[in-house]
């Protein structure tokens, strides 16, 4: 049962032009939720976050907008470039005990220069 | 960088064997969290640690277990090795409980079960 759904396994973008990541999610105790970049050979890096209160959170070139109504949310990258090129996983959490990251599988992102 | 290191980078073992991972994380940082990445899937969460103490358990059976010593360095260990245990194992630390604290990942430990 997945309950964090990256469905498009991959994307590919022109350098300069916008990337839109998306991510849904099913279970409505999540109220806090994380992108992460993962480079080959390297662990997962924390991006970017947003909690359930907002809809909206902005640092430098990423963005994720949250809708909650829709369980769905979604990384922008403008402008995309070249070293953006890696996989992104959307992760879910609650707060709570024993809290733990729920991710999706998920998308390879491919910038061409 | 994130100051998180893994050993070994990679590992071979056969059916039935039993594995130790190791984990090195940033000094400070007492939550420890295990992770397995199955190919073309997501980090789904093992078990996390805090302060030596098991706090929190995801779908695994009990031959995946775990320490975590006073030094910030964890172990995980799986008995009886299944050929779907075949993944990527990464550990993640941060410096608190909550899922709200930034957590920084090693780079894994490739397990290869044959």
């Known amino acids: 049962d997945q309950q964090v759904k990256q469905n498009s396994p991959s994307l590919s973008v022109q350098e300069g032009r916008i990337s839109i990541l998306n991510c849904d999610y099913t279970?409505?105790?999540?109220?806090?939720f994380l992108w992460y970049k993962k480079y080959p050979a390297e662990g997962p890096t924390f991006l970017i976050s947003?909690?359930?209160?907002?809809d909206k959170n902005e640092d430098g070139r990423f963005t994720v907008f949250l809708n909650k109504s829709a369980k769905h949310l979604s990384l922008h990258i403008v402008p995309s470039q070249p070293g953006d090129s890696a996989v992104y996983f959307c992760?879910?959490?609650?707060?709570?005990?024993?809290?733990?990251?729920?991710f999706g599988k998920g998308i390879t992102l491919s910038v061409r220069p | 960088e994130t100051g998180v290191t893994q050993s070994p980078t990679h590992l071979i073992k056969t059916r039935g064997q039993q594995v130790t991972l190791r984990c090195s994380s940033q000094?400070?940082?007492?939550?420890v969290s295990w992770y397995q990445q199955a190919l073309g899937q997501g980090p789904q969460f093992i078990f996390q640690?805090?302060?030596?103490?098991?706090?929190g358990r995801g779908n695994f059976p009990p031959r995946f277990s775990g320490l975590q010593f006073p030094n910030y360095s964890s172990e995980l260990n799986v008995n009886a090795l299944e050929l779907d245990d075949s993944a990527l194992y990464l550990c993640?630390?941060?410096?608190?409980?909550?899922?709200?604290?930034?957590?920084?990942f090693g780079p894994g430990t490739r397990l290869t079960v044959t």
């Open positions: 993640a630390s941060r410096v608190g409980l909550a899922i709200r604290d930034e957590q920084y």
């Open positions: 279970n409505s105790m999540f109220d806090y």
């Open positions: 947003i909690s359930s209160i907002k």
């Open positions: 992760a879910a959490s609650y707060t709570g005990a024993n809290s733990k990251l729920t």
């Open positions: 000094s400070g940082h007492n939550t």
């Open positions: 640690y805090y302060r030596e103490e098991e706090n």
